[in-house]
């Protein structure tokens, strides 16, 4: 009787492996088309046990299990084996924000790019660290777009300067040693009676008071060694037009060390400015938009390998929040990131993760907008929630179904329910792993609400409320 009982848990096993396999391969293959690198390196040694596609075509080869990236790469790689070592030895994650590859892979191919480099432990199911995995993010286009912006800043700079601007010197009391013909059309006098005077009152034909005083403080500011550029605005008394201008006050020392004459630039700059403002806040708004990109998907990846069971088991759930968040921000770049609602995140992630569902998932009350940087954590959040449905709760079987009610106050949401019903009897497990921190902390925090998960015999409450 023993060995019967055996030999069908054995046969069990092996079935049970055949699966197991079957959806490796299966994620490994979904896991091929992450727009970045992802390798997991083994042991002391580094050795590398997984390495996606663009972490193979990196370092030119199909199969680089079982070698080092210094055997495909020599070139720089004491370096990077050093941060191996170091993630490795402190149980720390090592990002390098701009590394800078100009390299030969195996294959004789040519790699070059600037790349966003996050290095974190990888642990074993005894949370024992076995090894380290590294994400190399291409940002070339990014760095390029960032390098041209400074290069059209600087070029910005060199045409004001080139401009007819005025010109004014004056001495460390504020008399007037010199103008150019800018500052004699501006102000309607000549070059003659300009000089000598006292470059306060000058300035008062052009400016009112608040601007007066601010342009004398940065005459004091510059005898402190110290430069100020900033923008004003002024009326130009020839024909009362406002104009918007760029002033510049710089230190001049002339042949001695001390501090005793200012050179002031006012220069035209009410188009130049204008379009500047708005090229300031396009650029700010990519730069943010970015870097909160980059840190979830450091946080996702940080979190994802430090709660997995097991390899397989992580880059399947990594996969899966990756191209949860892809989907979000391919929306968002679509509408030109504007502000999505929660109805439409909702039908994004239910057509691709629970379409043969769907009928079975219903959403009434109010609908909210979203701001881009909380669609993308909503989006997130409902994929956790539907592939807890999908794999273990209501929608696992073809019974189960998924009520969701949201109540806004104002353009806040008010308070939002998940409730899963009809599916397998629910099995509360001691494990919390990245989903469980997402709903409990990082969501509410977000939309600042409070959590509440209920797992209940007949099936998941989650619940956010004011």
């Not at 401009?163 to 013909?181: E, S, Y």
């Not at 840190?295 to 097991?310: C, E, G, M, W």
């Not at 899966?320 to 770049?333: N, P, S, V």
Request: hydrophobic letters at 40%; a negative charge.
């Amino acid at each position: 009787m023993e060995i019967t009982q055996q030999k069908r848990l054995e046969k069990s096993l092996e079935a049970k492996k055949g699966e197991l396999l079957e959806a490796g391969a299966r994620i490994l293959r979904n896991f091929e088309y992450i727009p970045f690198s992802i390798s997991i390196h083994h042991g002391l040694d580094h050795v590398i046990v997984h390495a996606n596609r663009k972490a193979r075509e990196m370092l030119g080869t199909d199969d680089p299990i079982g070698k080092t990236v210094g055997e495909l790469i020599p070139k720089n790689y004491k370096s990077l084996r050093e941060t191996f070592d170091a993630v490795y030895r402190n149980a720390k994650a090592h990002v390098d924000g701009e590394v800078v590859v100009n390299s030969i892979n195996a294959r004789g191919e040519k790699i070059e790019g600037v790349f966003r480099r996050i290095v974190q432990p990888y642990r074993d199911l005894e949370g024992k660290i076995t090894g380290v995995v590294t994400v190399n993010l291409d940002i070339s286009e990014l760095v390029a777009t960032r390098d041209a912006n400074t290069q059209q800043t600087l070029r910005q700079a060199s045409i004001i300067e080139a401009l007819d601007a005025q010109i004014i010197l004056v001495d460390h009391k504020g008399t007037v040693l010199d103008v150019n013909h800018s500052v004699a059309a501006a102000i309607g006098k000549s070059k003659t009676e300009l000089i000598g005077a006292d470059f306060q009152y000058l300035v008062s034909f052009q400016m009112k008071e608040g601007a007066v005083d601010r342009i004398m403080d940065a005459i004091k500011t510059a005898a402190t060694g110290q430069a100020s550029r900033y923008d004003e605005r002024i009326v130009l008394p020839v024909d009362d037009t406002p104009r918007r201008v760029l002033i510049s006050v710089s230190p001049v020392n002339g042949n001695c060390s001390a501090i005793r004459e200012a050179l002031i630039t006012i220069t035209d700059q009410t188009a130049l400015l204008e379009a500047t403002d708005r090229k300031d806040i396009l650029v700010a708004e990519l730069e943010h938009r970015v870097k909160n990109v980059i840190a979830t998907i450091q946080a996702v990846t940080q979190f994802t390998a430090s709660t997995a069971l097991d390899s397989q088991i992580m880059v399947e759930e990594l996969n899966e929040r990756l191209a949860a968040m892809a989907r979000t921000h391919d929306k968002l770049i679509a509408s030109g990131w504007q502000r999505q609602t929660f109805r439409e995140i909702l039908e994004l992630e239910l057509n691709a993760y629970a379409s043969a569902q769907s009928a079975r998932v219903f959403c009434d009350g109010d609908d909210i907008s979203l701001s881009p940087s909380t669609a993308m954590l909503v989006g997130l959040a409902i994929h956790e929630l539907l592939t807890n449905a999908v794999k273990y709760g209501a929608l696992s079987n073809d019974a189960g179904k998924v009520w969701l009610y949201i109540e806004a106050n104002g353009a806040a949401l008010k308070r939002l329910t998940w409730t899963e019903r009809g599916g397998p009897k629910v099995i509360p497990v001691n494990r919390e792993g990245f989903g469980t921190l997402l709903l409990r902390s990082i969501l509410p925090s977000e939309l600042r609400v409070s959590a509440r998960i209920s797992l209940e015999e007949e099936g998941l409450i989650y619940e956010l409320s004011q």
